[in-house]
């Protein structure tokens, strides 16, 4: 039976393919948080908001849970920052304003925060807010296996009720960004009431104090959010105190660009995130549209190189590649103008941002020759440097999939470095966790959203490697950047915090450690209509003071 | 002809067997830490990886792994996300009517353009109709659906505004979907269909039935266009295969629900009980549909029916 036998065959090759797909797909992601943050997107004046309607909102991914204390995900918290407050907020200049707390003390030895909390607040679901709320939070996250609550909280010991509107947070060493943690929303106060009725599903019915109650959730399609008509304790941050001016806010969940920016353009929805740079000039130049961009701090976007491989732990090669590498070609190639070049490990947002390393590094080619050449590597016949017989081989490790054209500079990177001789060879795959433990590669590309410098720890401190769990790629190992860091997490002086991070940008540069490439700006394209629109210091969007116009 | 169909069902079950262990299999071989990945870069310790592998039982030899999953398989226990913590059979129950509906309305376009374009092209062979099919049988082959699907939603959608660009709620949200997946299944059929009733148009007992005065329409479609449809069958239970995998990209163009946008977030996240499930209800609803053309066969041709 000749049919039946096409009809195996078919079938065969029909499961090959889906098979294929799926093994395509296959691979791990790497070590990447992502997120966003905030500044230049000063909104217009708004004269009076106007009270009512929905706000649209696209989202480019989905959140993993709502679950502030279990979540990982930056797009999570753009959603869940809308229904838990926080203890504190931080303002743009870094500095700290109450919130849910009224004030706060920090014991001399820095172990102990008290917090005074508001005594008019009540969570969405009528529990009142008060200090065993608190405490119910952080038993919650310390409880949790994972998620950025748990690595916010740093050294947290345990929380003390005092009385019913006074905390006590106690760590077990001195731990500067806490604060800074603490206004993050992935330290949001979710109500005790919900996270013990839900248990384990707490993450699809969030409840909180926020500006906006959770509603529902579709997955793969929208989660939607009505206003909290209670709510009276909006941060010192937003113009508006009482309840927000929107009725409802729903965020889709649309991945593909074309299809996210157009529903924004044919008003099919109010406002996307994650706007490509090639729509941004096309929207801006359109009296209807406006596009916000915010800069997200953090890590900039740079390439760590292995100090372990053998080639490159040798430091006049780094430099020479610093030298050889051109970061204004490549940014202003790939991203027109959109994205701002980076100049040290981290944003200028952040605090200690030592801005005297801008424009010290110029690409010079007849340096970073000669830096070759006094480092023994000579060159071959094929333009490619040798030494005892080996190549000057640069492997360049690289996520896929092609998130902010990462793969685009690898290329570029690759055609620049052939100019001095070296040979760039490109991993670009979805599974970086493999080689990035294995040390299987030189130079891998990476950025990290937190508010506050303590984020190089994770990346530089020894004990930190990648293969421990950690985040140091570039596997440094320097007592002196070791003492520093910690420094900067427990000292509680300001300026010698600030001291601590200048040295330690300038010693990245200066032992071309990393090459950084760019600061991230999260992009909101959305109508003239909608008003008020604001971001955090992470680049976060706030929906409390948005409204619209008709 | 119930003999058929039980056989055909027990090897419908191994199939769904036997692709679900490959997946497994595939999953288990391939590199990449879930662990790590989970953690991502978060962890506190080697304690705290250590912990979670096992809790996650990826601390267990491999037949221990595989053999758990499908003890807890057959009990229709299909475990829970790794990322979401979700149980995975609700989750899945959940967007299949959308992957159905899809696959369904794409089917359709599939058959009534391909049959229609592939008959009408036979029947006018060279003439402006032919070159017509010919072009949107090579175009639904050449074009990957997902750039279609692009191109009709700028205009469709963004330009002119008839129908939505994203969601998986109302009947005008699966057109324009519906028409980018089609247009690939069409592709085939119109191929198809024109080849082999060109074919059959040319065999002795056309001729015997023109010659015995039946009018020509009564030939094409009666006679001619009933012959055409056993391959074009084949081709559809086939087809269906290709529509499924179609979603996994249909469904992320148009933002809409589905199996397939599930499966796509789940290969990325590394999140392989949500794989396993997806790739579970796939394979089901493939075999199915393969089932159903096999029994489909007997009704268009009384041969088939006779000789079993």
């Known amino acids: 039976m000749k049919r039946q036998r096409f009809i195996k065959w078919a079938t065969y090759v029909s499961l090959t393919t889906a098979l294929t797909l799926v093994l395509a797909g296959c691979a791990a992601k790497g070590g990447e948080a992502t997120s966003s943050t905030d500044s230049s997107a000063a909104a217009p004046a708004v004269a009076k908001p106007v009270e009512g309607g929905e706000l649209t909102y696209a989202l480019a991914t989905s959140p993993d849970t709502l679950d502030p204390g279990a979540s990982g995900f930056a797009v999570s918290h753009r959603v869940f920052r809308n229904i838990t407050d926080s203890l504190v907020v931080q303002l743009q200049d870094g500095s700290f304003q109450p919130w849910l707390a009224t004030e706060w003390t920090k014991s001399e030895d820095g172990k102990t925060y008290t917090f005074k909390l508001r005594q008019d607040v009540k969570f969405q679901d009528g529990t009142p807010f008060n200090a065993a709320a608190v405490k119910a939070n952080f038993d919650h996250i310390t409880t949790s ?25 106690i760590l077990s060493q001195p731990f500067e960004p806490f604060l800074s943690g603490l206004s993050s929303a992935f330290l949001g106060i979710s109500s005790p009431q919900a996270i013990q009725q839900y248990g384990d599903q707490y993450g699809k019915h969030p409840v909180g104090t ?92 740079s390439l760590y190189f292995n100090l372990k491989s053998d080639i490159w732990s040798d430091i006049k090669a780094r430099q020479a590649v610093q030298l050889a590498v051109d970061v204004d070609t490549i940014v202003k190639t790939l991203y027109l103008g959109t994205y701002d070049r980076a100049w040290s490990s981290i944003t200028p947002g952040l605090l200690g941002y030592d801005a005297s390393l801008e424009n010290k590094i110029k690409p010079d080619l007849d340096k970073a020759n000669q830096l070759l050449d006094e480092a023994g590597w000579k060159k071959g016949a094929d333009g490619i440097r040798e030494k005892d017989g080996k190549k000057l081989i640069l492997r360049y490790l690289d996520g896929s999939p092609n998130r902010e054209k990462r793969n685009d500079i690898a290329a570029i990177v690759q055609q620049q470095l052939k100019a001095i001789g070296v040979n760039v060879t490109l991993n670009i795959t979805k599974d970086t966790s493999t080689p990035l433990k294995e040390g299987n590669f030189d130079l891998f590309g990476n950025s990290q959203v937190k508010a506050d410098p303590d984020v190089m720890r994770s990346i530089f401190q020894s004990g930190k490697e990648y293969a421990n769990g950690g985040t140091n790629w570039s596997n440094l190992s320097d007592p002196e950047i070791d003492k520093l860091l910690d420094l900067g997490s427990e000292e509680s002086d300001l300026e010698k915090r600030k001291e601590a991070y200048t040295k330690i940008q300038q010693y990245l540069i200066d032992h071309a450690v990393i090459l950084p490439i760019y600061v991230f700006p999260y992009t909101v394209a959305h109508p003239k209509t909608v008003e008020g629109l604001k971001f955090d210091l992470l680049g976060y969007p706030q929906f409390y003071d948005v409204s619209i116009h008709k | 002809m119930a003999g058929t169909i039980v056989t055909r069902l027990l090897t419908s079950l191994l199939v769904v067997a036997g692709s679900s262990m490959l997946v497994f299999l595939i999953m288990y071989v391939l590199p990449g830490d879930p662990v790590l990945q989970m953690l991502d870069g978060n962890a506190t310790s080697p304690e705290a990886i250590a912990d979670l592998r096992h809790q996650l039982g990826l601390d267990q030899p491999f037949y221990e792994q595989f053999s758990r999953y499908f003890i807890h398989l057959l009990q229709g226990d299909f475990g829970h996300s790794r990322i979401t913590q979700d149980p995975v059979l609700p989750k899945i129950l959940e967007q299949v009517p959308a992957t159905l509906a899809l696959t369904f309305v794409s089917a359709a376009v599939s058959i009534v353009v391909g049959i229609l374009l592939g008959v009408l092209s036979a029947i006018h062979r060279n003439g402006i109709i032919d070159v017509l099919a010919r072009f949107v049988g090579l175009f639904g082959i050449s074009m990957p659906s997902f750039w279609t699907g692009i191109l009709l939603l700028l205009l469709f959608s963004i330009k002119l505004g008839w129908f939505p660009a994203m969601g998986s709620g109302s009947w005008k949200t699966l057109v324009l979907p519906g028409i980018a997946l089609g247009l690939v299944g069409a592709g085939f059929i119109v191929r198809m269909v024109r080849n082999t009733m060109l074919e059959i148009i040319s065999e002795p007992f056309i001729l015997t039935l023109r010659a015995k005065g039946l009018a020509e329409r009564a030939v094409m479609y009666r006679h001619a266009l009933r012959n055409s449809l056993i391959p074009a069958l084949t081709m559809i239970g086939v087809m269906i295969g290709e529509l499924l995998s179609g979603t996994v990209v249909i469904e992320t163009v148009f933002a809409r629900q589905g199996i397939g946008r599930i499966l796509a977030d789940a290969i990325m996240a590394k999140d392989i009980p949500v794989v396993q499930g997806v790739v579970f209800f796939t394979a089901i609803i493939y075999v199915s549909v393969n089932v159903l053309v096999d029994i489909s066969y007997s009704l268009v041709d009384p041969r088939i029916r006779r000789s079993t």
């Open chain 1, 145 to 169: 296996a994972r998620g950025q609550a748990k690595s916010l909280i740093g050294p947290f010991e345990s929380a003390e009720v005092v009385d019913d509107y006074t905390i006590k947070l």
């Open chain 1, 210 to 301: 926020g500006p906006f109650k959770f509603v529902s959730w579709t997955e793969n399609d929208e989660i939607a959010l009505e206003k909290n008509p209670d709510y009276n304790w909006g941060p010192p941050t937003a113009d508006n105190r009482g309840p927000s001016h929107l009725d409802k806010l729903t965020f889709k969940i649309v991945p593909e660009e074309a299809t996210r920016i157009g529903s924004v353009q044919s008003g099919q929805l109010l406002a996307a995130e994650a706007v490509p740079p090639q729509n941004i000039a096309a929207l801006k130049n359109d009296p209807q549209f406006q596009v916000d961009q915010a800069i997200t701090n953090g890590t900039a976007f």
